[in-house]
């Protein structure tokens, strides 16, 4: 599928959300207040930074008789540049210095046991920078020595082993495109708006080309049981020894990895180096970082992080446990909250799409609250749970108020359902795996609004 943009039609202009609404002094002192004033303060500091924003936007360019970037020759046309490695790690450019991970104010009490998140409004394609990659931390995070760390394979195994870095990088290796999900991401959307921006409401979310070594290779290397042994549990070596259950039939497909490399070189510090778990299509807490030991059992270990943490709370006070995947979901990232349309015309409405169960088939999108349905185009290359990229031309009378919606379809062919019928299943008072319809509301102004519908 593919589109044409009128050639009667204007285009539209998008104002970026305000990304850097809240400094960290900011975020010191809302981590000192209560919950209500923390609301009030986040509310407030958004919607301040949202006016300097538009205020600070350039003309439209129908306005303007003449465009001084294009008749003036500019300096860098002129004189001799940069040298070639005046840098030698490459970094982004200065002007695009606001597009960074960021922080929520008095989410936690101790930002070492934090989140950052990731800016899906800025990004292009499917794969996350390894720079921009959301945060997930129990208890910080470490750089360590990778000469000086080890895994150990234990449990039902003839041979019980260890290996150092350097020889799990001698063994022959795989490269796939995951996306990894926290299982609270969009947690805080489910009782009501939280939150005003995408970065926030879906942000604990990244995608990247993940190197390693197959783990069944390793667990057959050590002699593993595989009649037996139908559960493994990993272990992290930071402060907090992050411990999971993993289903052994997850680790015999082949596509539980002992990762080294994320997108072309090794893993950043912030992102388990030297050595993670990627157990695609489950919830990011069981892909443990500093991965340090693999144990193989007969049954599930009911860890701290599985018997209390990490749960789902049902309407009936139950919890259920061990729910791991990361259902069908997708959400709007440009137009969204925080954004403003300035002029009537011609948009391309783009968000992503992914499922921990396959791939994705399709995303419709609905400009009218999900009275009515388009078929966005997908956009290549589309990958076994990973993120999907999804586009649909739309062009804005300038006037109108309008409710946009996505609505992903996987291969399996579960849809993503709308707040009401997840919350007839779930209740309102859950953390995790909310999968929901996001709404975002373009008011008669252009402001894009962060609203609950359906």
Known sequence: MSFDIPSDTPLGQVVRAPENFVSRSDIALVNRVNDTDRRSFFKKAFAAAAVGTVAASPALA???????????????????????????????????????????????????????????????????????????????????????????????????????VDELMRMESVSR??????GANSGMEWGNVAVPTVQYTHGMLSCSEFTGVPLIKVLEYCGVDLKKGRFILAEGADGSSMTRTIPMEMVESGEVLLAYGQNGEMLRPENGYPLRLVVPGVQGVSWVKYLRRIEVGDKPYGTKDEAI??????????????????????????????????????????????????????????????????????????????????????????????????????????????????????????????????????????????VHVG
């Open 62 to 164: 129908a306005a303007a008789k003449s465009d001084p970037a294009i008749l003036n020759l500019p300096a860098h046309s002129k004189g001799l540049g940069q040298p070639v490695a005046a840098r030698p790690y490459g970094l982004p450019s200065k002007y695009e210095e606001n597009l960074q991970r960021r922080e929520s104010p008095g989410l936690t009490r101790v930002n070492a046991s934090s989140v950052s998140f990731c800016p899906l409004q800025g990004l292009f394609g499917v794969v996350t920078p390894s720079g921009l990659h959301f945060e997930r931390h129990h208890q910080g995070w470490w750089d360590i020595d990778p000469t000086q760390h080890r895994l150990m394979i234990n449990g039902l195994v003839k041979k019980q082993m260890v290996f150092t």
């Open 177 to 182: 495109i995951h996306f990894i999900e926290c």
């Open 309 to 450: 943490h990490y749960v789902d709370l049902m309407p009936d006070g139950t919890h259920r446990q061990y729910t791991s995947i990361q259902e069908c979901k997708s959400v709007i990232t440009t137009p969204s909250g925080g954004q403003k349309l300035l002029a009537k015309g011609f948009y391309n409405i783009t968000g992503l799409a992914w499922s921990g169960r396959g791939k994705i088939t399709g995303v419709d999108v609905s400009t009218d609250g999900g009275k009515n349905w388009k078929t966005a185009r997908l956009q290549g290359p589309i990958n076994d749970k990973s993120l999907t990229r999804f586009n649909l031309p739309w062009v804005w009378d300038g006037k109108s108020d309008v409710l946009l919606q996505s609505r992903a379809v996987d291969s399996t062919g579960y849809v993503q359902p709308a707040y009401r019928a997840l919350r007839e299943v779930r209740g309102e008072k859950s953390v995790y795996h909310n999968n929901a319809i996001q709404s975002w509301r373009v008011d008669a102004a252009g402001e894009v609004h962060n």
